[in-house]
């Protein structure tokens, strides 16, 4: 007599499934655990902040002045207020401190602006670094705003 054998999918397939699926929750744990200690948290990071010239910096074209310069035109500046204004979201930034970054002007949505690019009237990105966007008065001119993207590691 021949005897035939039934082929049977559920019953080859179904401990493979309950392993694949052992070892997945085995690498869940194993991935939360090194996170923790690696002290990577899920909690947001704090918003951009902008560091400013403070009124004990001497502004450049006062140095100028005190060691003999006499400028022909003005040096325009822009304001210590300014700094509230932009909010750095990111930077793509070359070695030269050519790039783009991402800068939201008055609480708007970010754009897209390139070193050399006008951000707003009177403001000028001068140039880019990591984590850094140099702002001025003109292209030429000194740097007189620095915004500061936030830490990837907030401090407890």
């Avoid at 207020?81 to 909010?87: E, I, K, P, S």
Wanted: proline fraction near 6%; avoid cysteine; aromatic fraction near 6%.
């Amino acid at each position: 007599m021949l005897r035939t054998t039934s082929f049977n999918l559920t019953a080859r397939w179904f401990p493979a499934l309950i392993t694949l699926i052992v070892w997945a929750l085995v690498a869940a744990v194993v991935s939360y655990w090194v996170l923790l200690f690696a002290g990577v948290s899920g909690q947001p990071t704090q918003a951009p902040t902008a560091s400013r010239l403070t009124a004990t910096e001497p502004v450049q074209s006062h140095v100028q002045q005190a060691l003999g310069s006499v400028s022909a035109e003005p040096v325009a500046t822009v304001s210590a207020d300014a700094g509230a204004r932009f909010v750095l979201s990111g930077v793509v930034a070359a070695g030269s401190g050519r790039g783009a970054a991402l800068i939201a002007v008055d609480g708007q949505a970010p754009k897209a602006f390139k070193a050399g690019q006008s951000v707003a009237e009177g403001v000028v990105l001068h140039s880019l670094a990591a984590r850094q966007a140099h702002l001025s008065a003109t292209l030429q001119g000194p740097v007189t705003l620095t915004l500061d993207m936030p830490s990837l590691f907030p401090k407890p």
